[in-house]
C-alpha cells in the first residue's frame, strides 16, 4: 500500500478514554473531550501549525511546567507588580485577556513546547477575529513578557523566549489586520454644547481639565493636600501619575480660572478627593426632591424607594471608567437620535458617533497651548520629556502653514 504523503491526519476517538486523538509526526495529542467544539478547535490549531511547520510536530517535550501553571504564576506576579496607590492597574485584566489565547486548548501542554509557530497562529486569531493591529500587537507584546518573567524565574529553557523574540510585530501597511483610528481632539464648541446635561460636578472636572491639559486620572484623584496654593500659580502635584515608575515628577500649574473652579472643593479634609460621586448623586437627588411636584404627603418619601443593598455604590472619588460613562451619559442627553430613527442598532451607532471621551480633552488643550504659546509651552504643560511625543497631541496647526506658505511662494 502507498504512502500517503499528502493526506492530513484524522480526528480519531480513543474509545478506551472517550477523547480526541490525533497522531502527527508518531505522536499522539489528546484533544479533549470526543465531539465537543473545544477539542475540534484544538485539532484545527494543532494541523495548521503541523502543516506550517513542514508537517513536523514541535509538540514532543513532555515534562516541565505546564501552560497553565505558567499562566497562574505569572498572573499571580502580576497582580503585585502592577499597583499603583494599593490597587490593581488596568494592565491585570489585559494580561488576563491575552492569557486566554495562550491557554485555549492548551492548558496541560508543557510550557517549553510553546513556540514561534503558536505565537504567529495567535495572531492570525486576534486578526481573522476583526482586533486592531494594535490589539494584536499589545496582547503578543504581553505574551512575551510571560515567557520572559518564566526564563527569568527558571520556570522554562531561555531557549523558549529567545525563539518567541523572533516572532515580528504586524507592522502598518503589511497586514490585513483593522487600523484604529488616532485620537483626535474635540472641538470646544462640542464640549460646551455638552456642559449643561452633565452633572455639575463632571462639568467642572472636564472645564478643569480643558484649562490645563491634565490626563482624566489626575484630576479624578485630585486632593488639596496635592495643592500648593503658597504662589499667584497654584502648583497640583498629583499623588500618581503615569511617568512615575521613571522617576519623574509631575506638576500641573493652576492659573486663575482653574483656581476659581476649585475654590468651592478645597473647604475638606485635606486627604478627601475634590470630586466626589457620592457628593455628585446627593445634588442629583436633592434636585430631584427641590423638582419634585407631588406632595409630601403622598408618594415616596425621600430615601424610602432605595435598595437596602444595591449592587453598587457611589464611590469617593471618580475613575476613569466612571468619568468617562458621566460624559457619555450626557453626551447622549446633549445629541439625541433623530425621531426617523428608529432601529436600535442605528440608534446606538448614532450615540456611540457623537460621543467623546475626556482623554480627547488633553488633545483639545495642548493644540491650543502649542498654537498660542508654542511647542515647548506645550511641552512643559503637559509634562512630557520629549517635544515628539507632544506633538501627538499637539495636533499640527494647518492655518498657519497656509499663511506661510502665501507669504513665501
Known amino acids: 500500500m502507498p504512502k500517503l504523503v499528502n493526506s492530513v491526519p484524522k480526528y480519531r476517538k480513543h474509545r478506551a478514554s472517550g477523547q480526541a486523538i490525533v497522531t502527527l509526526s508518531g505522536v499522539d495529542h489528546y484533544l479533549g473531550p470526543h465531539g465537543t467544539k473545544a477539542s475540534k478547535e484544538f485539532y484545527d490549531r494543532l494541523i495548521a ?31 503585585g507588580y502592577y499597583q499603583k496607590n494599593g490597587e490593581c492597574t488596568k494592565v491585570t485584566p489585559a494580561i488576563k485577556a491575552a492569557l486566554k489565547y495562550v491557554l485555549a486548548g492548551r492548558a496541560e501542554e508543557p510550557a517549553a513546547s510553546f513556540g514561534p509557530l503558536a505565537l504567529k497562529t495567535i495572531q492570525s486569531q486576534i486578526v481573522a477575529a476583526g482586533k486592531s493591529r494594535r490589539y494584536a500587537n499589545d496582547h503578543l507584546g504581553r505574551i512575551k513578557r510571560m515567557f520572559k518573567w518564566g526564563v527569568s524565574e527558571q520556570l522554562i529553557p531561555p531557549e523558549v523566549y529567545q525563539s518567541l523574540a523572533t516572532v515580528s510585530q504586524l507592522r502598518r501597511g503589511k497586514t490585513i489586520a483593522r487600523e484604529t483610528p488616532p485620537v483626535m481632539p474635540i ?21 478643569l481639565e480643558l484649562l490645563t491639559g491634565m490626563r482624566p486620572a489626575e484630576v479624578c484623584i485630585l486632593r488639596p493636600t496635592d495643592i500648593d496654593r503658597s504662589g499667584e500659580v497654584w502648583a497640583y ?38 470630586f466626589c460621586p457620592a457628593e455628585s448623586e446627593l445634588l442629583r437627588r436633592n434636585k430631584q426632591h427641590a423638582a419634585r411636584t407631588t406632595s409630601i404627603n403622598y408618594g415616596n418619601r425621600p430615601g424610602t424607594n432605595r435598595r437596602s443593598e444595591p449592587k453598587r455604590n457611589a464611590g469617593d472619588r471618580y475613575k476613569v471608567a466612571s468619568y468617562r460613562r458621566a460624559i457619555h451619559r450626557g453626551c447622549d442627553k446633549a445629541f ?23 482623554n480627547r480633552l488633553r488633545h483639545t488643550a495642548a493644540t491650543r497651548i502649542r498654537h498660542e504659546h508654542g511647542l515647548e509651552a506645550a511641552q512643559v504643560i503637559l509634562g512630557h520629556s520629549k517635544a ?11 492655518g498657519k502653514a497656509m499663511e506661510v506658505a502665501k507669504e513665501i511662494g
Not at 243 to 265: C, F, S
Not at 336 to 358: F, V, Y
Not at 393 to 398: G, H, M, Q, S, T
Open 49 to 79: 501549525e503541523w502543516l506550517q511547520n513542514g508537517r513536523q510536530s514541535q509538540l514532543g517535550v513532555d515534562d516541565g511546567i505546564t501552560l497553565v501553571e505558567l499562566c497562574a504564576k505569572y498572573l499571580q506576579f502580576a497582580k
Open 187 to 207: 472641538d470646544e464648541a462640542v464640549v460646551t454644547q455638552t456642559l449643561p446635561h452633565l452633572p455639575p460636578i463632571v462639568a467642572d472636572m472636564v472645564q
Open 237 to 274: 502635584r498629583p499623588s500618581a501619575h503615569k511617568t512615575e515608575h521613571h522617576g519623574r515628577d509631575r506638576v500641573v500649574p493652576l492659573g486663575p480660572q482653574a483656581q476659581a473652579i476649585l475654590n468651592k472643593y478645597l473647604d475638606r479634609p485635606a486627604k478627601t478627593y475634590c
Open 336 to 358: 439625541p437620535p433623530p425621531p426617523e430613527i428608529k432601529d436600535k442598532t442605528e440608534r446606538a451607532a448614532w450615540q456611540s458617533q457623537h460621543r467623546w471621551s475626556p
Open 388 to 398: 515628539d511625543v507632544t506633538q501627538i497631541y499637539a495636533e499640527r496647526d494647518l
